[in-house]
Nanobody, 114 residues
Framework: VQLQASGGGLVQAGGSLTLSCVVS????????TAWFRQAPGKEREIVAM???????HYSDSVKGRFTISRDNAQNTVYLQMNSLKPEDTAVYYC?????????WGQGTLVTVSS
């Protein structure tokens, strides 16, 4: 399983970005997929997750602002990020979990300026 993340960039506070994670090797609806982030000097934390069945979970810090979704035809998982805050600045990673094995994409940097 390989994951390719993209979509990061520099945005002003209050703005929006959409991250994409293209998955190959397995279909996205056969796995749990998630977005994590890691800010400088902090541990990696989960942001949002979508299960194989389509259920989702969000961290409290992004609930109501971020939306995780997937396109089965494109085998891609998205993270729509609205009302961005400077504290959302981090490297964002996508992850797939399949049979207790984690697969990680490379990170994509999101920088939110105040």
């Amino acid at each position: 399983v390989q994951l390719q993340a993209s979509g990061g960039g520099l945005v002003q506070a209050g703005g929006s970005l959409t991250l994409s994670c293209v998955v190959s090797g397995r279909t996205v609806d056969s796995m749990s997929t998630a977005w994590f982030r890691q800010a400088p000097g902090k541990e990696r934390e989960i942001v949002a997750m979508i299960s194989a069945r389509g259920g989702w979970h969000y961290s409290d810090s992004v609930k109501g602002r971020f939306t995780i979704s997937r396109d089965n035809a494109q085998n891609t998982v998205y993270l729509q990020m609205n009302s961005l805050k400077p504290e959302d600045t981090a490297v964002y990673y996508c992850r797939a979990l399949q049979r207790a094995t984690n697969y990680w994409g490379q990170g994509t940097l999101v920088t939110v300026s105040s």
